[in-house]
């Protein structure tokens, strides 16, 4: 039998993830229904489960099992849903649509938005608690702490408040960065090293060059979400400005211009993959999903 | 030496936990400094800490350390304020002040409050699982997870819901049971439970034995909520109405009125005291909090 190609690969994990995450939220006969409702409406049926196929990616290097892979994608994922329902709300970002579908204060309510992301951040660190990730107890205590750093104040949830903090503020480069590395990066690099944790133990100079690699593709990530933010305001010439430029956000674009910070990112997804080509084959996904993501077009 | 009074006892927690909370929370110097500066606003100088008194008197009768039981009672009193943020703000309670201080969101902004609420869930988790509370890793997993239980959808969150969606309607006792024992009560019930499992290990039935106290607790300190709510609301002759009534909320008192309420309160609180008269002098701290839970003026 062949190996699947990337693309069945990814759509095989993606189905994998849906059906997880069906079974780790709550189904909404149990009460409270509309809040169980709202959760799966926030999670459920949408987005591209990047967290989730990077932990997938990861795990392979390791030769960790899927299960457990699924596990740790559902607990990112819904870490990742949490803050998406939360920014979307009106004293945040007061977003209407995401993902196609009105967001969740709006087919809800504010209130119910507001309990929704405290219930999935609170179901991810249940999630992640209840079933056996790695053999080694203590190692699975130290990925929660792992993924709570990612998410916290020194974290996720810190670099949105950096981000506020900078509307309409003049960063330079370095500070881009470290608002960056915050507020989207630590849940990605929290991705990969929590996937490769659930195999077999690799050493430290494996674990750092790992880790390495994380954090370059949550940069990677950012800048081409840039780009491709600020395409989408020429291709449409104004008529819908792009939302950065729009709120005054500073950008990887808006400080490097488009063609400079396509450079940047084609530079670093090299020095990811010249890193992971030091793992031989069980890399080859991790691989795979760092051009992805370096040449997406949505 | 003898024995400190209950009142020394407690002032002695009271200290403990205020110093355990300031070392365990991001001092303001680190970025994002106003998120930082906000979160110890949120938690610091004020509170009674009762979820981290019942944990100290909780391990007391497993003969747990001192130095375990202060970091579950962070976590606990992490997971309280994060919902006390959350509750008063606008989309929510909408209230303005909080311990005789205005409340996170007019202190700050509403965006602020939101993102102080989250990444005090999530520091609650990481301070739970970054050093030993048990012997055993496993038990301190098993520890996470009943924390967030405890928390989430099917316990303080559910209840917060329920409660909004309450508002208006005809509870009866049992409904208005099912919504505290989530609301207020899952958190203290946990309070106990985790307290507790900080020592040696008691077997199944003192283990049912005081998860049954630790329920019990959780409703007393509802029911003397809504006492005390209606009484100040009498005693201020309807210059300023109690805000249960005013907000057309179930409560006990609203139910069964205040005479019935307090005798359903002595007879709970007299069903605790027999259940932790079976531990003897190590239940002493537990049985004297129950009984100050009851008998509280505030």
Redo the contacts between chains.
Sequence with gaps: MSTPSFSQWMTHIQERMESALDRAL?VPA???T???EA?RYAVLGGGKRVRPLLVHAAGDISGATPERLDRVGCALEMIHA??LV?DD????DDDTLRRGKPTVHVQF????A??V???L???A??HL??APVSDD??R???M??QL??A????GM??G???D??SVGLQLNLSELE?MHIHKTGALIRAAVGLGVQCGRNLNDDEMTSLDHVGKVIGLLFQIVDDILDAEADTATLGKTAGKDAANDKPTYVSLLGVTRARALAEEMCQDALDRLAAFGEPARRLSELTRFIVHRQF
């Design positions: 709550p149990i009460t409270p509309r809040l169980h959760m949490y803050s939360h709300m009106p004293c945040m309510d504010d209130a119910t507001l309990l992301g405290d219930a951040q609170t179901l660190f249940q608690a209840e107890p203590q699975q205590l130290g929660l702490r709570a750093i998410s916290g104040s020194r949830a810190g949105q408040a950096i506020l903090a470290f």
